[in-house]
Each structure stands twice: as C-alpha cells, then as structure tokens.
Nanobody, 127 residues
Framework: QVQLEESGGGSVQAGGSLRLSCAVSGYRFSSGCMAWFREAPGNQREAVAAIDGDGSTTYAASVEGRFTISKDSAKKILYLEMDSLKPEDTGMYYC?????????????????????WGKGTLVTVSS
C-alpha cells in the first residue's frame, strides 16, 4: 500500500524560502509520476510541480523559476524547494503519485485524479 506524508510547511514572509518533503512508502520511484499540488481557500486544487520516473520535470507557469521539484530514490523522499515565495503561494500543499501519468499531463490536466495522496502541509506566506 502506498503511503505519503508531507512535512516542512510553515509561515514565512514574502521573498522567503521553504523546502517541503514527502516521505513515500510502497511506491516505485522509477515509474509513473510524482507531483506537488496546492489548494488555497476557495480555490480548486492545482498541480504546481511534477516529476517523471526518469527525472523529467514540469512546472506550472505560476511557479516556474521559483520552485524546484526533486526526489531522492534511495531515501524515498520527494522534495519541493520553494524560493521567492509570494502571498499567493499560500495554501495546503499535497504530494501525490500517478502511475499512468506524465508530468506534463499532470500539470496541464489533473486536479484530484491522482492515485495516492498525502494529508498535506500548510504553507502561509505573509506580505
């Protein structure tokens, strides 16, 4: 059974940085797609960064150049490095896996239809 657990959220001022981690068990890092989503109050969930089994990455336009997704296959951890944070980055951040998806497809099309989800970690960016 696949299990995901996020950590690293918190409160930060605009322009600051945070690194989120997602500990993963029961999932092959070399296959499928892993992604970070965020959901702000009143907004739909959106994919912000995704990484394929081969390490290829795709980002939402709103975070391109500021966020970096990476994974450590040995430690079974997915990361999201967030720099130059803005108040509009505030929200609950979730990691998720999608065995049959590519990172490009996830960013462009997926909101809720991933295979497995973590419970989320809250990021608050103040101005």
């Amino acid at each position: 059974q696949v299990q995901l657990e996020e950590s690293g959220g918190g409160s930060v001022q605009a322009g600051g940085s945070l690194r989120l981690s997602c500990a993963v068990s029961g999932y092959r890092f070399s296959s499928g797609c892993m992604a970070w989503f965020r959901e702000a109050p009143g907004n739909q969930r959106e994919a912000v960064a995704a990484i394929d089994g081969d390490g290829s990455t795709t980002y939402a336009a709103s975070v391109e150049g500021r966020f970096t997704i990476s994974k450590d296959s040995a430690k079974k951890i997915l990361y999201l490095e967030m720099d130059s944070l803005k108040p509009e980055d505030t929200g609950m951040y979730y990691c998720a896996t999608g065995e049959s998806y590519t990172s490009e497809y996830v960013i462009a099309n997926v909101r809720y239809g991933m295979d497995y989800w973590g419970k989320g970690t809250l990021v608050t960016v103040s101005s």
